[in-house]
């Protein structure tokens, strides 16, 4: 189907198709609404991404529950303050792991009731909060990453070769860049 439209003065054609029309329908016959408003390569691209990260994301956190009681909100938690050198505001730690304040204390709170993280106000301005990995934090980290890190290998990075990796990441950060500016 060619549909025109115009914009700018211009008309543009563009091709395209209901998910059932083409290829696309053998994949994804029940994305109609969406379908009727991507092109077969947008809908591929989009329902690919959210397929591959919900599939991972329910492998590693199966992992992390199954094998160390925690979820996977709490893994990441721990990831990210190693990643800050141990600490971080709990402002910045919220928007790092994209959760709501609430969400984000609910979550150093069981962190902290099990002695992996702890809060502590700045000296210098004790309106702000920071949590800290403690070495038993750290440590359940360590236990919990090589595997982790392997999943993440097998299920996502084994299938791609360097650049492809590199774009992986470059367009992931210019989606993340995006959103986050809204």
Not at 28 to 55: K, Q
Not at 77 to 85: P, T
Not at 148 to 172: K, N, P, Q, Y
Request: aromatic content about 4%; hydrophobic content about 40%; overall charge negative.
């Amino acid at each position: 189907m060619d549909i025109s439209h115009r914009r700018g003065g211009r008309t543009h054609h563009m091709e395209r198709r209901s998910a059932i029309e083409d290829d696309a329908g053998d994949l994804y016959p029940d994305i109609v609404g969406t379908g009727a408003h991507l092109t077969t390569a947008e809908l591929r691209a989009w329902t690919s991404f959210l397929d591959a990260s919900r599939l991972i994301e329910e492998v590693l956190a199966a992992h992390v529950s199954r094998e160390h009681d925690m979820n996977h909100g709490e893994y990441e938690v721990l990831v990210r303050l190693d990643g800050a050198k141990g600490r971080m505001r709990m402002a910045q730690l919220a928007s790092q792991v994209v959760a709501t304040p609430s969400r984000l204390t609910y979550t150093v709170d069981r962190l902290e009731a099990r002695g992996w993280v702890q809060r502590r106000s700045l000296a210098s301005d004790g309106r702000v909060v920071v949590a800290e990995l403690t070495p038993e934090g750290r440590a359940a980290l360590a236990e919990a990453a090589v595997v982790h890190a392997d999943l993440i290998r097998r299920h996502l990075l084994s299938h791609l070769d360097a650049s492809e990796t590199d774009a992986l990441a470059a367009a992931m950060g210019r989606v993340v860049a995006s959103v986050r500016d809204k």
